[in-house]
């Protein structure tokens, strides 16, 4: 099978390199994301034997029975903590659900931080020791990441190097952990999570345990990507798009089915959605607004759009918008 071939780039050359190479890293990473949308990142910090850890954690909380996995599906969160049970979400557009069960963990507000959001509690595990620790570890990580692929971003942009560290400073964003279960009957669709795009900022996504990820290509092509070892992926999201005035690609992305053979067998796959503060404001940059790509969006702020793109997933009801 031939994978899409997407850059590869160490981050430790951003943080830690001379600046001719943080400057070839910005433009590396500026060009795959107007031309992919998507980077293959290596050196991104986040530990391995923490990585492993969350897998191991998450796979013992998805073969937890049901009933007791159902505890922890609260009503009113829209998803956004918790347990969310199969056939709960589907992508924007379509109205089959995707085959998956998922877990979100959320930001974590310490040391007296006050945001205008009103974030939900975390919700804890009981049969599970390490779980909350261990996602705790892992959303610290993955904010640190993904907070130095913003400020090249910026950089790139032209823009300040630290234009996002305030407007990401306990952001609201979202630690997923996703299980496809075993495939026991046709599908009514083709594949485990239909053609989407992420809502936020950047996505990262460390260690899928199975092949499945596709992105459409510019050429209307479905085409598999596959991250090496010690690699996360990172995409860019609707709001960077939006903030961008398309300048940046947020790409369509889907999970497709295993083989037949293989649909006795389980996917999991954790990604981190990072997300601003929803006071942060959407309005299309400046200097991204010219005569050859004019002004595509109207101003929101991240909060309002983020409940828009939740009411036409299925998580929220347009009644408890507020």
């Known amino acids: 099978m031939s994978y899409l071939e997407v850059p590869v780039v160490s981050l430790k050359q951003f943080t ?30 986040i530990d391995e034997d923490l990585i492993d850890r969350l897998y191991h954690n998450v796979k013992d909380f998805f073969r937890l029975p ?44 310490e040391d007296g931080a006050a945001v205008n959001d009103d974030y939900p509690d975390n919700v804890v595990v009981d049969e599970i020791t390490e779980f909350n620790e261990v996602l705790y570890k892992a959303y610290r990580q993955f904010e640190k990441a993904g907070g130095a692929l913003l400020q090249a971003i910026a950089t790139y942009l032209k823009l300040d190097k630290n234009y996002f ?27 485990r999570a239909e053609q989407h795009e992420d809502i936020n900022l950047i996505t ?25 070892p010690g690699q996360i992926v990172v995409n860019v999201g609707d709001m960077l798009q939006r903030l961008t005035n398309n300048k940046l690609r947020s790409t369509t992305h889907r999970v497709v089915n295993p083989p037949r053979e293989m649909w006795d067998t389980s996917r999991f796959s954790i990604p981190f959605f990072l997300h601003p503060r929803g006071e942060m404001k959407l309005d299309c940059l400046e200097d991204c607004v010219t005569a050859e790509n004019p002004l595509n969006y109207e101003p929101i702020t991240a909060g309002g759009y983020l409940r828009e793109r939740l009411i036409e997933i299925g998580l929220l009801k347009p009644e408890e918008e507020a």
């Open 16 to 45: 830690e390199g001379s600046e001719a190479d943080k400057k070839a890293f910005v433009d590396t990473l500026g060009k795959a994301y107007e031309e992919i949308g998507f980077v293959s990142v290596t050196d991104h910090g």
């Open 165 to 191: 560290t305030d407007k990401i400073s306990f952001g609201n964003s979202i630690l997923r952990c996703i299980h496809y279960p075993p495939i026991t009957n046709e599908p009514k669709s083709a594949v």
């Open 204 to 228: 990262l996504l460390v260690g899928a345990s199975a092949e499945g990820l596709q992105l459409l290509t510019k050429q209307n092509e479905w085409m598999p990507i596959n991250a090496g």
């Open 66 to 109: 049901s009933d007791v996995k159902s505890k922890y599906e609260i009503e009113g969160l829209a998803g956004q903590r918790g347990y969310t049970s199969f056939g709960k979400e589907s992508a924007k557009g379509s109205d089959v659900p995707d085959l998956k069960e998922f877990w979100q963990q959320g930001q974590y507000l």
